[in-house]
């Protein structure tokens, strides 16, 4: 100990300037993370103290980002991000609005040409810790300690206090306990001096856990090692500014230890990538998952400015006026006499709690209440919209650190695509100007890359899907894939998760075709039917990947030779047979893939009678694969043994094993290929739909025999006839074995359809057509529904 209290008294006086024997080793500035008026404080107090150094909690290893924060292109919010160079890839995130405190400070170190750096752990250690901390806890199987695995990286690196507070003091939530107590108030010192008394009562409550704790010790140190260093360079204590935690705050004293450098050097690290990226609103907001967020960036980025005009008086008012024009642009007029009663009423619960100023739950609820008129449903998007914001960050062009993010955006910037850069949702406009892509050749266009413009945008987007990145999704409908393969419809949104994904796949590759193509390899290694391989195929196409395409190819002719499994052969023809479709858009060579789908479409057929004789679990997924061999069968009648599959479709039908709800599919198929006699169809209506049958399983045969071509089902009275004897016959527990088959069965057919069949009842029942009608087109409102459920038990009606 003697020896320890020698070291650090010979380190008292460094380079010609003192380290404080005692109290702060510097000035001391304790903030909440995302705090507009600690922001607007902090700016006042550089101002007053005019440090020739700002240290800023924050990864240290990151400080030679903070130049590009100063770049006029830069536009908050954005994010330092630094990643682990080896897979899993692992990231940890450090955000940044212009309400910040850290962005305020560091931004005015920079302007006024002063040292600004970071002063917390690296994140190469950070990162290094977690992934230790990780496969120690798997090791031990400790599920207590496990569950704190739950939290993100971030979350654990800026995690928030603490419910308890606003509990104790009788507010809703620890965010509006702190604004009322800390976000409104602009006295010169008031913020500084009252979180630093936070901090101190907070580290006596000793809440975190025993490793939580040793990591914020570690940290501490460390960050006072960082002080001490900053002082050896000939910086005045009394010149050294450091923004913190208020939780951190109060240690930062020379009396506690600092870290040495054997300690320094006894550190785990990991190699890794740091970035400054753009971030959002929504991914600052609670709602997003972000531990260290706020809920309302917008709200706050709003009091933040009015704090820089003087005033936080405006701030309620400004709120509630943007609700209301919403609301206006919405067609829901409010009237300005509207907003000013909103803005008395949440002055008013204000001042019931002796309170400065409305906070946010003050002012929504004022909202709900005066422009929800009576109700707040009809609200509350709006003031969550205003609350949340939709701001998005930029940052300067060559700040991205991976060669994959670079190619992204060039990607972005010749596709045009750089308007959906937006953390909203909107479909992406064709050639056309219609809300879709248009992949044939527009023929009017002045250059090639605006002709096949669409095509590549699509080539790209399904790229980007394949690598999990996402940006865009795929909206194009079923109805649209059967008609033509021309039309993609795609909404995007860019979110910070982009971002991060983006970088995850970069030990994928360099760019994006890249990574797409290595992305597809490693699924081909893992595909574990011939489905999965055909559509690996389909996407390789997609993506415009030839070395892909073929490779999946091959993998689905090896796997098409032994898989024994019906619904992933069938799955697997379907697949390969809308690869043929793409012929005439996407240029592939067919050739390879005509033997392939008949060599799947006979597999299919071989494999269809053992498959049928299956539970009732996994007769949809059956009837469905039929339908899939149906389908192929239609698309190249001359090729395919189409009759053969007629025969096995008859012989699955006729099959007394076979699940009901296939023997159905099978009958409807045939049917609606014009192979199916009446004769023969009603000997198979009356064998599995009559008194004597099985509940479910008649259900089960009237639902596969409605899943195609319902319209000619419509006037075979013999049908009609068997139903109603059917249901009549059932007692209650039978039709509750039954109901479930027979409300997905019914609730299928078109409303013009109900009411042949209503017709056609009310000639078998000799009653009222009129009434039946009535009832068929009533809806069952949610009271009748409820009953019914509680009459038929655990039963799933909501289908």
């Not at 654990?156 to 206090?161: F, Q, S, V």
């Not at 919209?385 to 650190?401: H, M, Q, S």
Request: charge should be negative; proline fraction near 4%; include cysteine.
């Amino acid at each position: 100990m003697a020896a320890r209290k020698a070291k650090i008294a010979a380190t008292l006086v460094v380079s010609g300037q003192t380290v404080p024997a005692a109290g702060p080793l510097a000035r001391i500035f304790g903030v909440r993370h995302l705090s507009p008026m600690g922001a607007w404080h902090v700016e006042r107090y550089l101002d007053e103290v005019d440090p020739t150094a700002v240290l800023v909690e924050g990864p240290s290893d990151a400080t030679d980002e903070i130049t590009h924060l100063l770049d006029k292109r830069t536009k908050p919010p954005v994010a330092l991000l630094a990643f682990t160079q080896r897979r899993p890839v692992r990231s940890v995130l450090f955000p940044l609005a212009a309400y910040s405190p850290e962005w305020v400070a560091l931004r005015w170190a920079l302007r006024k040409n002063r040292v600004a750096r970071f002063i917390d752990l690296p994140a190469s250690v950070f990162l290094a810790r977690g992934e230790h901390e990780h496969e120690h806890e798997h090791a031990e199987g400790d599920d207590a300690e496990a569950s704190e695995t739950k939290e993100s990286d971030t979350q654990r690196y800026l995690g928030d206090p603490y419910e308890a507070i606003a509990a104790l003091s009788g507010d809703p939530d620890h965010d509006t306990w702190w604004e009322r107590h800390f976000e409104h108030s602009m006295t010169a010192d008031s913020y500084r001096l009252s979180i630093f008394e936070l901090g101190r009562e907070l580290r006596a409550l000793d809440y975190e856990s025993p490793r939580r704790r040793q990591e914020t010790l570690l940290r501490e140190a460390f960050m006072r090692r960082r002080i001490r260093d900053t002082i050896a360079e000939g910086h005045d204590p009394a010149r050294i500014v450091v923004v913190c935690g208020a939780y951190h705050a109060p240690v930062l004293v020379a009396e506690e230890p600092t870290m040495t450098d054997e300690e320094i050097q006894k550190l785990p690290t990991v190699p890794v990538t740091r970035t400054l990226m753009p971030y959002s609103f929504f991914r600052l907001s609670s709602q997003s998952g972000y531990g260290a967020g706020n809920k309302a960036p917008g709200y706050f980025q709003a009091l933040y400015e009015e704090a820089e005009g003087g005033s936080t008086a405006r701030l309620g008012t400004r709120f509630l006026a943007e609700i209301a024009g919403r609301l206006r642009k919405a067609g829901m007029v409010r009237s300005s006499a509207e907003v000013i009663e909103a803005v008395r009423l949440a002055e008013g619960m204000a001042s019931m709690r002796d309170a400065h100023a409305p906070t946010l739950r003050d002012l929504e609820d004022a909202a709900a209440t005066c422009l929800g008129q009576g109700e707040p449903s009809s609200v509350a998007r709006f003031i969550h919209d205003v609350a949340v914001g939709d701001a998005l960050g930029k940052v300067p062009p060559g700040v991205l650190r991976t060669s994959i993010q670079d190619d992204f955006y060039r990607w972005v910037k010749d596709l045009r695509l750089e308007e959906y850069l937006k953390d909203k949702e909107q479909l992406i406009k064709g050639a056309t100007s219609k809300d879709w892509l248009d992949l044939r050749q527009d023929r009017f266009a002045k250059s090639e890359d605006a002709a096949f413009r669409d095509r590549n945008r699509s080539i790209f987007l399904h790229r980007l899907t394949v690598l999990g990145i996402g940006f865009a999704a795929n909206k194009t409908s079923a109805e649209d894939r059967a008609q033509s393969t021309y039309k993609e419809v795609w909404a995007a949104r860019w979110t910070p998760d982009c971002e991060i994904q983006l970088v995850e796949n970069a030990l994928r590759g360099d760019t994006i075709e890249i990574a797409a193509a290595r992305a597809i390899d490693e699924a081909l290694e893992a595909a574990e039917n011939v489905h999965a391989a055909a559509n690996l195929a389909r996407r390789s196409v997609e993506c415009d990947l030839s070395d892909a395409t073929t490779a999946a190819l091959a993998r689905v002719s090896s796997l098409a030779v032994d898989d024994g499994d019906f619904v992933a052969v069938a799955g697997a023809a379907l697949e390969l047979s809308h690869l043929v479709a793409y012929k005439d858009v996407r240029r592939i060579d067919t050739a390879p893939l005509e033997p392939l789908v008949a060599q799947l479409f006979l597999r299919g057929a071989l494999l269809a009678p053992e498959a049928a004789r299956c539970n009732e679990e996994a007769s949809r997924n059956v009837g469905q694969a039929l339908g899939h061999l149906h389908r192929v069968g239609l698309m190249f009648p001359d090729k395919l043994d189409v009759d053969r599959f007629a025969s096995v479709l008859d012989a699955v039908a006729d099959d007394d094993l076979t699940s009901s709800h296939v023997a159905g599919v099978a009958s409807a198929i045939l049917l609606e290929r014009g192979l199916l006699g009446d004769d023969v169809l009603d000997r198979r209506i009356s064998r599995r739909i009559c008194p004597g049958a099985s509940p479910s399983e008649g259900a089960g045969f009237f639902e596969g025999l409605a899943t195609r071509n319902r319209y000619a089902l419509l006037s075979r009275r013999s049908l009609w006839a068997a139903m109603s004897a059917f249901v009549e016959a059932m007692d209650h527990d039978d039709f509750r074995r039954a109901v479930v088959a027979l409300r997905r069965a019914f609730g299928s057919f078109e409303t013009s359809e109900a009411r042949k069949i209503a017709a056609l009842l009310a000639e078998l029942w000799g009653g009222s057509e009129k009434e039946l009608l009535r009832a068929i087109e009533t809806k069952v409102d949610d009271a009748e529904l409820a009953s019914l459920q509680d009459d038929l038990g655990d039963l799933d009606l909501d289908l």
